[in-house]
């Protein structure tokens, strides 16, 4: 469990069995920016996992979805935003859950348990049964995504779009996420592996328990319902955020015929990987904001959840009226100021680093290659801000 002691300036891994080096995570004279430390890794695996669902996506019932698609136009629909980020990656959009599971089959190689035969079907140091499971675990959240997008009718205003748009948005939510899902599902039971089927379809019941957990705690009028603290957050998120790349690389090692100790350092890689990027993302507007810019971000971002634990509930909702505006809406300016002055942002930038190197110090027993190395940029990259 994280320990609030850590310090941001203290950050050190494993990074040979020689010995230890400091990485200097939150200085840009460390590891590369993310899209460089992406790009890569994507050349050690063979291709670029950004189009690893592409096959799925450009099938032609998915490009009648697409023309549908059209009607949206002009709304506010979260759906449309979904498809654009198919298409123009960012920081944020980037699929790195399948890019990790590659990596992470490669890093790790044959085990001694494989046969000869099965070594001889690996391409580039990685099984096809290895790029199917990473192809599976990125259609799989793409199909979330996707799911996601469905908007609180109840909340519709007409600035958003015309109702029957937003429901038709909704309607097209549901079933082109379903279809994904479907797809998914279908190339799980073809890799003929039981513990890797309960693996990936325990990781999908997780993101609903997630997602479940985010709704039910998250209120439009008090910001956070009661209950929420940082164990709690943590136990939330790797539900919603972390579950499926943890498995998906338990899943890989297991496609291999890899050991458990191997399974389990593979999921404790997954794990804290996914919590530090989630961390990383939650931390952008608190770490990056400008003066004029439009500034808005999550009441559910991590910094704002450990604010909220330390001032206590009554000092928050309080704070929470004093940033409504004339038309009781949140001046998120003035929420901003409010959580840098408390250790919110310091707390989980603490947390981030304390992520990053349970990810760093899980990767070093095996053996050092290019994928490794891949591994540990990834897992440095996310703790810089």
């Known amino acids: 469990m994280f320990s609030p002691s850590w310090s941001r300036l203290s950050?050190?891994?494993?990074?040979?069995?020689?010995?230890?080096?400091?990485l200097s995570l939150f200085s840009s004279s460390g590891s590369s920016n993310w899209s460089k430390v992406v790009s890569d890794a994507e050349k050690i695996v063979g291709y670029p996992t950004s189009f690893m669902s592409l096959r799925c996506l450009l099938s032609d019932e998915l490009s009648n979805v697409a023309m549908h698609l059209r009607k949206l136009v002009g709304t506010q629909h979260p759906l449309l935003n979904t498809a654009r980020g198919f298409v123009y990656d960012s920081k944020n959009n980037l699929q790195m859950r399948g890019l990790v599971v590659l990596l992470l089959s490669k890093a790790a190689?044959?085990?001694?348990?494989?046969?000869?035969?099965?070594?001889q079907d690996m391409v580039s140091g990685i099984y096809p049964s290895q790029r199917n499971l990473a192809e599976i675990t990125e259609l799989i959240h793409t199909a979330f995504l996707v799911h996601r997008g469905i908007v609180n009718l109840k909340e519709w205003t007409v600035s958003d779009g015309p109702l029957k748009d937003m429901q038709f948005g909704n309607k097209m939510a549901v079933l082109s996420g379903d279809f994904l899902l479907a797809n998914a599902c279908t190339g799980l039971a073809q890799l003929n592996n039981t513990k890797v089927v309960e693996l990936i379809s325990s990781a999908i019941g997780d993101l609903v328990q997630g997602i479940y957990y985010e709704n039910s705690h998250n209120t439009e009028e008090n910001g956070l319902t009661d209950g929420v603290d940082v164990a709690a957050w943590e136990e939330q998120t790797f539900l919603s955020h972390g579950a499926l790349l943890a498995k998906s690389c338990q899943a890989a090692m297991e496609l291999a015929k890899h050991d458990k100790e191997s399974q389990r350092l593979a999921y404790k890689y997954g794990k804290h990987l996914s919590l530090g990027h989630k961390l990383n993302s939650d931390l952008q507007p608190f770490v990056k904001s400008r003066a004029g810019e439009p500034l808005s971000f999550s009441l559910s971002a991590a910094p704002v959840v450990f604010h909220r634990q330390i001032i206590g509930r009554e000092t928050w909702h309080h704070q929470l009226q004093q940033a409504k505006t004339l038309r009781n809406q949140l001046d998120?300016?003035?929420?901003?100021?409010?959580?840098?002055?408390?250790?919110?942002?310091?707390?989980?930038?603490?947390?981030c680093c304390y992520h990053g190197n349970k990810a760093l110090e899980a990767i070093q027993a095996f053996p050092s290659s290019e994928a490794r190395s891949a591994l540990e940029n990834i897992a440095s990259a996310v703790t810089k801000f």
């Open 109 to 119: 190689g044959p085990s001694h348990t494989a046969s000869d035969l099965l070594a």
């Open 11 to 22: 950050c050190v891994a494993l990074s040979s069995r020689g010995g230890l080096r400091t």
């Open 332 to 351: 998120y300016s003035k929420l901003l100021a409010a959580v840098k002055s408390e250790k919110g942002v310091s707390t989980a930038m603490d947390l």
